[in-house]
């Protein structure tokens, strides 16, 4: 697992920064979404619905990188690569209203469609570069 720098932490744990998730697609073509993310026990935790282009890229084991960055100083940035360690359904709900009172200061994620599935998915740090 990677090291993230003590330094943009803050860029993890307290900012409402949103990451550019790029996944790779079966064709091996890349894949890019700005996404809501979180932080947690050294895992980057991301959240979608079922059936979305992220969601068929999101499989454990899949390659990721994510850059985030600071939205208070657009040239302080962290850029990390990791491995989905986990895909999780039970509990993603709740995970995605975290997400939106992080980012939205609402206590329900607003967007829910009906019949939608969640999925939360954990991401290990495997290398991190950051500048600024």
């Known amino acids: 697992m990677a090291v993230i720098p003590e330094n943009f932490l803050d860029l993890l744990q307290q900012k409402k920064a949103f990451a550019n998730l790029a996944t790779?697609?079966?064709?091996?073509?890349?894949?890019?979404?700005?996404?809501?993310f979180d932080y947690t026990g050294g895992m980057i935790r991301v959240n979608t619905a079922k059936g979305?282009?992220?969601?068929?890229?999101?499989?454990?084991g899949a390659a990721v990188a994510l850059s985030i960055m600071d939205p208070d100083n657009a040239?302080?940035?962290?850029?990390?690569?990791?491995?989905?360690k986990r895909v999780v359904e039970p509990g993603?709900?709740?995970?995605?209203?975290?997400?939106?009172?992080?980012y939205l200061g609402k206590d329900k994620y607003p967007f829910a469609q009906p019949g939608e599935v969640r999925v939360m998915y954990e991401i290990e740090p495997r290398a991190a570069n950051a500048m600024g």
């Open 24 to 36: 790779i697609m079966k064709d091996g073509s890349p894949q890019v979404t700005p996404v809501w």
């Open 52 to 60: 979305r282009v992220k969601a068929r890229n999101l499989r454990e």
């Open 75 to 84: 040239y302080r940035y962290i850029q990390i690569r990791g491995q989905v």
């Open 92 to 102: 993603a709900d709740k995970h995605i209203d975290s997400l939106a009172k992080k």
